[in-house]
């Protein structure tokens, strides 16, 4: 069974839609992260999502806003997608705050 | 904050060779550090951790990484490199309560020659 799944793997979009990525986990973890690597591999922690607490990244573009319908899961929604959205997006999920990530396998996201 | 560096951006070896991949990090106190490894296409995998107590980890796939706080160093170890340990290697570091705190290194490819 996969521990934390991601949908879709790719999502090849316009500019200017509005898109969203799920993500599941089933290790019965408190607390979910999204991730965003760039093009030269740099991983950069975007939110961290832990008994409705939601820390967000300063850096993060108020286009990306995550959504938790329950503690499985953690959605990673996005508005009017730029250009430099262009990126693999992992989910990551941990026991509590400070357990152990485990991480998702990505969704490649493509803007043109 | 914590910060990570990784100073080899690519490293190629030898299958059957050894291996070291660097880490250095800063952080005020004893940190939590991690190696994960990233496959072509894949997500990440965690190798092995260091939360307390010996400095000597052993982790997945005959890796081991060592803890030096003196030299504020987590360096990967592997005695003998498989031609399918050629992938990204990226050390982490966390704290207690790190959430936002949770940092990555830059990432070292590494390639094996048959």
């Known amino acids: 069974d996969t521990a934390v799944s991601q949908t879709p793997k790719y999502l090849v979009t316009q500019m200017g839609n509005d898109k969203s990525i799920k993500c599941e986990q089933n290790?019965?973890?408190?607390?979910m992260y999204w991730y965003k690597q760039d093009s030269k591999k740099f991983l950069k922690i975007m939110f961290s999502?832990?008994?409705?607490?939601?820390?967000i990244n300063e850096t993060v573009p108020n286009r990306f806003s995550p959504k938790s319908p329950d503690k499985a899961h953690l959605n990673l929604h996005i508005n009017s997608l730029e250009l430099g959205d262009s990126a693999v997006y992992f989910c990551?999920?941990?026991?509590?705050?400070?357990?152990?990530?485990?991480f998702g396998p990505g969704t490649r996201l493509l803007v043109l | 904050a914590q910060s990570v560096t990784q100073p080899d951006i690519h490293i190629t070896v030898s299958e059957g060779a050894s291996l070291e991949l660097r880490c250095n990090y800063s952080?005020?106190?004893?940190?939590?550090l991690f190696w994960y490894v990233q496959s072509p296409g894949q997500g990440l995998q965690l190798l092995l951790k260091?939360?307390?107590?010996?400095?000597l980890v052993q982790g997945i796939k005959g890796f081991e990484a060592e803890f030096k706080r003196s030299q504020s160093s987590f360096n990967l170890r592997k005695p003998s490199v498989h031609w399918s340990d050629a992938a990204e290697y990226f050390c982490?570091?966390?704290?207690?309560?790190?959430?936002?705190?949770?940092?990555f290194g830059p990432g070292t490819r590494l390639s094996v020659l048959p």
């Open positions: 990551a999920s941990s026991l509590d705050s400070s357990g152990t990530q485990y």
């Open positions: 290790l019965g973890h408190d607390t």
């Open positions: 999502y832990n008994n409705k607490e939601l820390i």
């Open positions: 952080y005020g106190a004893t940190p939590y």
């Open positions: 260091y939360f307390s107590g010996d400095t």
């Open positions: 982490a570091v966390g704290a207690p309560n790190y959430g936002q705190n949770f940092v």
